[in-house]
């Protein structure tokens, strides 16, 4: 019996939710100079893991908003999750180190709009999941809705058994990006990735 053929790196990118103004096919053709080092340099990125989720990509995460080529290399728009990420630091030299053989490497951190945790792909939700983190779920961006002094809570999924039958023991995890919740139904405790 023959195996199903592993779908290219580029097939698996491709199905990712787009993130920020990540080139199409057309512009790569336009402001790649033909060569794919836009493309190549993308599926670089892909495999740079956050440094506090190293399940994620920084990519999968939305962290990455840009990339374009330059005279002598290229450019990397980063949107940090939170503007006093610790990780910031060691993710910008994550990016310049993966990307070295591109050139030059300029970072360049872009702040507004704030990261959300919408930027999050399916993806990068799944493998939060699996690796016993509660995904967060979307951000509601209705209007005309009226500010809440004390936020309703959710219902956080278990991630491994999926039991809504969960309670909150602390706001924060081991990063500030999480919380820490328990299982009443398995018994586990797990962290959540807040929703901002």
């Excluded at 290219?8 to 057309?26: A, E, Q």
């Excluded at 336009?30 to 190549?40: F, I, V």
């Excluded at 030059?104 to 016993?132: C, F, H, N, S």
Aim: aromatic fraction near 6%.
């Amino acid at each position: 019996m023959n195996a199903a053929p592993m779908p290219s790196h580029l097939d698996w990118l491709s199905s990712l939710t787009p993130v920020g103004p990540r080139p199409s096919s057309s512009d790569v053709g336009a402001t790649d100079l033909g060569c794919g080092r836009l493309s190549a340099a993308w599926e670089v990125l892909s495999q740079v893991l956050d440094p506090e989720v190293p399940a994620v990509s920084l990519v999968e995460l939305g962290i990455v908003r840009d990339l374009v080529e330059t005279a002598d290399g290229v450019e990397v728009v980063l949107t940090p999750t939170y503007s006093g990420c610790p990780a910031t630091e060691a993710i910008e030299q994550s990016v310049r180190d993966a990307l070295s053989r591109f050139g030059t490497v300029t970072v360049t951190m872009r702040r507004a709009p704030a990261w959300t945790t919408d930027w999050i792909t399916d993806e990068g939700r799944e493998k939060l999941r699996q690796y016993g983190i509660a995904p967060p779920g979307p951000v509601d961006m209705g209007q005309g809705v009226p500010i809440r002094i004390v936020r309703r809570r959710e219902a956080i999924a278990c991630p491994r058994c999926g039991s809504t039958h969960t309670e909150q023991l602390s706001a924060f995890g081991s990063t500030a990006c999480k919380s820490l919740y328990r299982c009443i139904a398995c018994r586990e405790p797990f962290e959540h990735f807040k929703p901002i």
